[in-house]
């Protein structure tokens, strides 16, 4: 069982910014994914970024790319997620999880591990 600590959530108002870590009991493995996801009210669970801790590969949803950053400590086993002019319509319970892939991708199948879940309140 891979161990997933969140933490970095809250309540904002729009345009403000936020960084999500994630804190992982085993990080180093070969072909392995580290995914942030999204889900908002009423809506489906979203991939939003991703991140090879093998090769440094990342990628990001078209909502959000020029806006979030996704990336990684080796040394501390954690994965960020820095989200900057935040919109209302980023609001939503924000997960990661971590998948044994190659290729790394966006879709939820596939990452076997989850975290709790830190929640994003963004206010217009």
């Known amino acids: 069982q891979v161990q997933l600590v969140e933490s970095g959530g809250g309540s904002v108002q729009a345009g403000g910014a936020l960084r999500l870590s994630c804190a992982a009991s085993v990080y180093n493995y070969p072909n392995n994914c580290m995914g942030w996801f999204r889900q908002a009210p009423g809506k489906e669970r979203e991939g939003v970024a991703f991140i090879s801790t093998r090769s440094g590969g990342t990628d990001y949803a078209d909502s959000v790319k020029g806006r979030f950053t996704i990336s990684q400590d080796s040394e501390k086993n954690t994965v960020y997620l820095q989200m900057n002019s935040l919109k209302p319509e980023d609001t939503a319970m924000y997960y990661c999880?971590?998948?044994?892939?190659?290729?790394?991708?966006?879709?939820?199948?596939?990452?076997?591990?989850w975290g709790q879940g830190t929640q994003v309140t963004v206010s217009s």
């Open positions: 999880a971590v998948g044994f892939l190659s290729p790394c991708r966006l879709a939820e199948y596939g990452y076997t591990y």
